[in-house]
């Protein structure tokens, strides 16, 4: 269903409109329940991981590539300069859909569901790392994501267009009791596996991971909460140059970390 | 040698002054052949690689902790309010700090001086890629890195940030010639392999790096052209689940790729 709108502040538009304020963004997405997904690519993804649609905003010019899959939402058309007026940038592949959440499965489901490798991210706050850590997790054959109560949000609009839209193929969970949350990986029956930066630490590649694992990841800057670190039962590491080492290059930035540590886990558990 | 600026448009300013503003950034750097360090951390380490300071813009409050290093350099102090104005965000660590570039050595004095571990990148275009490889590369052992000619610059502020410094620490040469930049390479002693998505090339931890190698990252989106591809001695993939290629996960970005590849290189050439 096609409307043309005209009048940039139309409260048809609600949805869309001050994206450029973050704080006011991330309270209206949790408020209402829905979340962003930009990019025609990123829409089909989100479309056909059977997320409902509530609107699309777009411009003429853009609309002919995602007529197919949009059945009967409704599409709001507007001009170019009303699209970049509103979504405060330039959008690429001209195309915003505002999307309903589905509700997240609780930790124990989620593990129920099975799936040898696990990754769980502890109070993560860029919702890029976030987004590029879910990318590299899918591609690289991680089955779930576990994240703790205060890690970022994976449906805020810049981790779903940097994951671009691994955030709806591979299945994720929130703990609601970070104290006691590798507690219930355990009785899983997950082996809980702690990356740190420290190179005393048992290498990631040297890992026989016999059964089934959950890998921790940490906060940019801070790493693992030694609360975490004390309670995996095994930390493990990263090797580094002793050149680098000397010269005070101390670590990998989370995402490389990430995706060294899950490439390590599809070797060691293939 | 400290001066109190209290006007933002005073001339003394000038190398700081409209950092919003990317491309006239971005000429600005190359005309005067300067650049930008941000942060206590970062200015320390460009310091150490020997990098003359033109000058320093601070706070009152940020002074302290730089005090040490910055000799006889001259320091702008200026109120937070100029600060963030100038600077047109804010400030992490409040200090930053104009210095000049050096000459960049040649790729063939770069390739002299040995290192049995290059990293080739092809036109990238994004700073923050450019930065969070170099991190990596440092961290993991790399030796040398190669730019080719439209790669972006290692020394734009957002990528000697997202660096931590590493920019630093690591020798980079840019080709002057794209076409037959690989001859060059190969002229050196080193195997060229070429990081690609696809699947059915050798997987990068079962390559047996003997002697010197060069490990080529084409960029963001496309990745390697076709020449570089066709030229490189052997083309190398990561191995990707079967699951994510069947739903359309069919890549790693650029810093994810690079972190495993550089590892795999440590591993295989230790």
């Known amino acids: 269903m096609l409307e043309y709108v005209t009048d940039p502040d139309d409260p048809r538009l609600t949805d869309y409109t001050r994206l450029r304020d973050v704080e006011l963004r991330k309270s209206l997405e949790a408020e209402r329940g829905l979340f962003l997904a930009e ?10 991981a059977g997320y409902p649609i509530r609107s699309v905003l777009t411009t003429r010019r853009w609309l002919a590539p995602l007529e197919d899959v949009l059945g009967d ?15 405060g940038f330039q959008v690429h592949r001209g195309a915003l859909a505002s999307m309903e959440r589905l509700p997240l499965p609780g930790v124990e489901t989620l593990l129920k569901r099975g799936g040898r490798r696990m990754l ?6 860029d919702h890029s790392n976030v987004g590029a850590i879910f990318r590299s997790a899918a591609a690289l054959g991680v089955d779930g994501i576990i994240l703790s109560p205060r890690c970022a949000d ?23 009791d970070w ?12 082996q809980t596996l702690a990356l740190t930066p420290d190179q005393t630490a048992a290498p990631i590649d040297e890992v026989k991971a016999a059964g089934r694992v959950a890998l921790l990841l940490g906060a940019e800057g801070d790493g693992l909460s030694s609360h975490w670190l004390e309670e995996a039962d095994q930390a493990v590491c990263i090797p580094m140059s002793a050149e680098a080492m000397a010269a005070g290059v101390d670590s990998l930035n989370v995402v490389a970390a990430a995706a060294i540590a ?4 599809m070797r060691s558990s293939r």
Do not use: N, W
Not at 39 to 48: L, M, Q, S
Not at 120 to 125: F, H, M, Q, S, T
């Open 120 to 125: 769980v991210l502890e109070d993560l706050v």
């Open 262 to 265: 899950c490439h390590g886990l």
């Open 39 to 48: 990019g025609e690519k990123v829409i089909r993804r989100a479309i056909g």
């Open 73 to 87: 939402a409704t599409v709001y058309v507007v001009s170019d300069e009303i699209m970049s007026g509103i979504a």
């Open 179 to 190: 104290f006691d949350g590798l507690a219930q990986l355990r009785e899983a029956g997950c």
């Open 154 to 176: 994976p449906l805020y609009r810049r981790a779903v267009k940097v994951s671009m839209g691994a955030v709806f193929s591979i299945p994720y969970a929130r703990m609601d």
